[in-house]
């Protein structure tokens, strides 16, 4: 170990490799589990300190981490949480207080002040028994009431995000509260801790004042001029490297100020963050440019630094758990309970009041810069230290579990997505376009106003676009601000504009796309679910991943369009062997025709032991397209392979394959899939694939095939 570490300077990255590399590796584990990544990361700080490496091999984790680099490792974490602290103030949006003012107040208050006097009244207790002797009672108190208070911010924002509940009465609530109840508290750890490091009354009356003073400049002088700057970036391309240089100069400036007057470097960062304004792009651009280094490199420096100094071996003894769980109840009790009553107090129900307390329960990362903040001033012991990380992380890990048992996905679905309402008479044929790939928009919306026509049913398009959850607060930023109609819903949108159709745009996140697809189908009462197509992942099936779980849960028609550059239909070709499964896409078939005009061939393939038998397909077809037999034409051939004869069919000048799921024409939903489906691989035109629901499949009545030749040619039906 010594020959890797010969300097400070290569013990430094051989430190960021262990970190960073162990955080990506637990992270890949915790948001399988549906979990933070701040929960990754926590972990992975701790196993690296003395709780496992240092209790395991302890030379290792002294040549690691010896202490002479723990100064190195703690200034760089600084840099890293000031970062942070800005970008949690880019996230906190005062706009988000408009129209609930009222609610937000009662609501976040309530969830401070029931907490912190819980936490109050918990440090008198834990002060005798935990407390450094040298620690003023008073500061203590206060401390400790702050800690218990604090909500995770940016967590909060993640889960309600990935949750789908950013937009719901209760995600609104919750993150309204934490934005009002946040700031309150770090307003109040702002005059605790100046309190803690003046010598005396006077003292601290002048950090008062120039704390004061501090944040009228910040408002008056530097808010307008921010204003100013977010103008000129939004009339520009992007964001230049003097305005990146100017805002890192204010954050530099800003932070410095704080820690001179003695009330933290962190307030600093976070007010320049919360006062910068979010319009106009300017806050995304900012934390695009900053995430990555802060959230990436900097930030898990200071789980590590905070993991070396965890000893969860301080708790040796059932009395030490004990008063753990004491701590971990008094947290929740205020919290959450607090939370909950306020909310259900001012009108909302039991079970949406007891998801408020959930999500304000949220602790995660935020408190764990106060507590470093605690141990860094010697607020806290050691061992007081490690039970309130092990509370941290008990409540941020409980979070998604007990909301999803307390406020289920099926509540949500009744406020989130409401139904759409149908119109007078017969109602239309509703079609849900789902975009995963923006190129695949344009040729989507064609083939669903073929589907439904130019009049009134053309309203009843959706086309639906999810995001993938992320822990980047730009995605976030952007995310709040953008309209459903933009991203990568708009080329859909300006082909439907160019088409002359309604479409109504959805967009929203989600941790469990195929569910929600379902889901919003359902809400919408759509007839036909319409999934754009893109390669699969290596191993994947062609119809595997998201594409498999909608086909095996939706209660209605599914269709997968395969794109080959599709602008207009005129020609449609429909492979047809008789089986059950083929009656879906002759029923596509049949709105095609009727509402497009198109023309349609049903390429009947026989296998060449049956070439005799079979012309009640010819008769089922003619029943079917009876109302438009002028645009239809009946094919039959022999054939020992059916996507072989499609595949001849299919260079002679069609525009869109419509095809039955089935593995006759070698297709079928599965997730994995080691052989070529090469229907889809290979046609040269774009494809329609088809999966009839079981429960439809089963009403329709069996194709009947009565004996006599079957005429191998091509025939207009008549």
Known sequence: ?????????????????????????????????????????????????????????PEGMQALFPAS???????????????????????????????????SVVIGHTSLIVPFALGAAAALWLYPRLAEPAVPLTSFILFMGVAMSITAFPVLARILTEQRLLQSRVGAIAITCAAAGDVTVWCLLAFVVSII????????????????????????????FLKRLGARVANKEGLSPNAVAVTLLLLLASSWVTEFIGIHSLFGAFLLGAILPKEGGLAAALAEKIEDVALVLLLPVFFAYSGLRTQVGLLDTPGDWAMCGLILLVACVGKLGGSAVAARVMGLRWREAGA????????????????NIGLDLGLLSPTLFTMLVMVALVTTVLTSPLLRWIYPPAELAKEEVKPAPLPPGAAPFAVLMCVADARTGPGLVTVGRALTGSGQEASRLYALHLHEPSERASFHLRHAQEPASEGALAPLLWRASSLGVQV????????????????????????LILLGWHKPLLGQAVLGGTVHDVMHDAPTQVAVFVDRGLEKLQRVLVPFIGSQRDRG????????????????????VVAPERAHGGAGAQVLVEEMFRESSGRVRFKAVVHESPEDAVLEEAGAGYELIVVGVGPEWGL?????????????????TSLLVVRQPASLAAEAPAVPVPAGALPVDGRQLA
């Open 1 to 57: 170990m010594h020959s890797l570490t010969q300097s400070s300077l290569s013990l430094l990255f051989l430190q960021l490799l262990a970190i960073i590399g162990l955080s990506r590796l637990i992270g890949r584990l915790t948001r399988w589990l549906g979990q933070p990544l701040v929960i990754a990361e926590v972990a992975a700080g701790i196993l690296l300190g003395p709780s496992l490496l240092g209790w395991v091999a």
């Open 504 to 527: 109504e745009p959805l967009s929203f996140v989600s941790a469990e796309p195929a569910l929600d697809i379902c889901r919003t189908a359902e809400a919408r009462r759509a007839d």
């Open 197 to 224: 490091r003046t010598a005396g009354i006077a003292q601290a009356a002048w950090m008062t004042l120039w704390a004061v003073l501090y944040v009228a400049v910040m408002l008056l002088a530097v808010r307008p």
């Open 585 to 604: 896409a002759l029923q596509l078939a049949q709105r095609l025709v009727h509402h497009a005009g198109v023309e349609v061939t049903v390429l009947h």
């Open 356 to 371: 408020v307390g959930v999500l304000m329960n949220t602790r995660g990362l935020m408190v764990l810069v106060v507590l």
């Open 69 to 103: 680099s723990l100064p190195a490792l703690h200034m760089l974490s600084q840099v890293g949480l000031v970062l942070f602290m800005f970008l949690v103030g880019l996230e906190l949006d005062a706009r988000r207080l408009k129209g609930r003012g009222h609610v």
């Open 668 to 684: 079928k939903e599965r997730l994995f899939g080691l052989y070529r489906e090469r229907l889809v691989r290979d046609a040269p």
